[in-house]
């Protein structure tokens, strides 16, 4: 048997970007000179983005609608040198907060590079929630969106992609990609199969759920893909194989001494059957009674039609005739899971 999954994302590319609520965050700061006074209009801009923003009087700036990530922040302003701030993170729903400080100069000189902490408490966050980035799934030894959302404290899953947090069933938590619920209509249970090697962001809720996300009791499961850009193509591949090996416990169906062929091939009893006294009691019990194959014979000499007269071996071999297929695994198993993203031929920059 051979299982084969392909799955090829066309990441959608940046000319106008279609925001939902619970895909995006938000940055915000106040940018100060270095004697701690607030600047007012210095730019605050995302590198590589259209996003930014100017301090008001008191200096603060606020940056909307960042989809989740790492980003460089450059703050500038007339007669202060030029600083940016690497390693911004941006996760799902959440504000991070980035203060600047630029120092006066009067001749131009190169940007002065900040690095960005994260604080240890995040003011902005009242329930349990943990935020996984693409550069953690990359490093997990793991194939699927929701064996990645099972490493997480509270939350089990299982061989069929479905995962319980916190004890709910199934039908009870919410899988949201893009700000799209993925729910089955029929059991409402989520739809998890989500291409791996798209995942931009992942954040797992397990209470205190803000008022955009309803029908939601036990959990939350917010996936965010990733977005073609203009700078250039991205490809990604994840492959998976496995050798031809045996998928079932025990004996196989098609075995001789299966419970579905043994009391019709056992030379014991498959000609007098299985109530002739070869078998003990406990192996009579194992299978299903048979007469044997001379009772088979007889009976079709005993009826008007010679046309369907049987030997004992010929009825034999009539049903090893009618129960000839064989289904051995002889191919080895192997998925492709890939992901492309970029501008469009011939299109704006």
Not at 49 to 71: H, K
Request: net charge negative; no cysteine; proline share 3%.
């Amino acid at each position: 048997m051979k299982a084969k999954h392909i799955v090829l994302l066309l990441a959608s590319l940046a000319f106008t970007t279609i925001t939902f609520g619970g895909t995006t965050g938000k940055i915000t700061g106040r940018v100060l000179s270095g004697t701690g006074e607030p600047l007012v209009g210095a730019n605050v801009l995302v590198e590589g983005t259209l996003r930014g923003s100017a301090t008001d009087i008191d200096g603060y700036y606020t940056i909307l609608n960042v989809l989740p990530g790492d980003y460089r922040l450059v703050a500038s302003l007339i007669g202060y040198k030029t600083q940016a701030v690497s390693n911004v993170r941006v996760d799902i729903d959440q504000t991070t907060t980035t203060n600047v400080t630029l120092i006066e100069e009067t001749i131009l000189e190169d940007v002065v590079e900040v690095v960005a902490t994260r604080p240890v408490v995040q003011k902005d966050v009242s329930n349990s929630r943990a935020n996984i980035t693409s550069t953690q799934v990359e490093q997990l030894p793991v194939s699927t969106v929701a064996s990645v959302v099972g490493l997480e404290a509270g939350v089990q899953a299982n061989a069929e992609g479905q995962f319980t947090i916190r004890g709910g069933a199934a039908d009870q938590t919410a899988f949201v990609v893009n700000g799209l619920n993925l729910r089955d209509a029929r059991d409402n249970t989520p739809f998890t199969n989500v291409s791996i090697t798209s995942i931009e962001a992942i954040q797992v809720q397990t209470g205190g759920f803000n008022a955009e996300y309803g029908n939601v009791r036990s959990g939350l499961v917010n996936v965010t893909t990733k977005e073609g850009g203009t700078s250039g193509y991205t490809f990604s591949f994840f492959g998976r194989y496995s050798p031809t090996q045996q998928k079932y416990f025990g004996t196989s169906l098609y075995d001789r001494n299966s419970y579905y062929l043994r009391p019709y091939l056992d030379e014991a009893v498959a000609w007098t059957g299985t109530n002739n006294g070869a078998w003990d009691q406990f192996t009579q019990n194992q299978y299903q009674n048979f007469e044997g194959w001379n009772a088979v014979s007889a009976r079709t000499l005993r009826d008007n039609d010679p046309t369907n007269d049987l030997t004992p071996e010929a009825a034999q071999r009539l049903f090893l005739w009618e129960h000839r297929k064989r289904a051995a695994i002889t191919n080895s198993d192997y998925g492709v899971d890939m992901s492309f993203g970029g501008p469009v031929p011939g299109g704006k920059r």
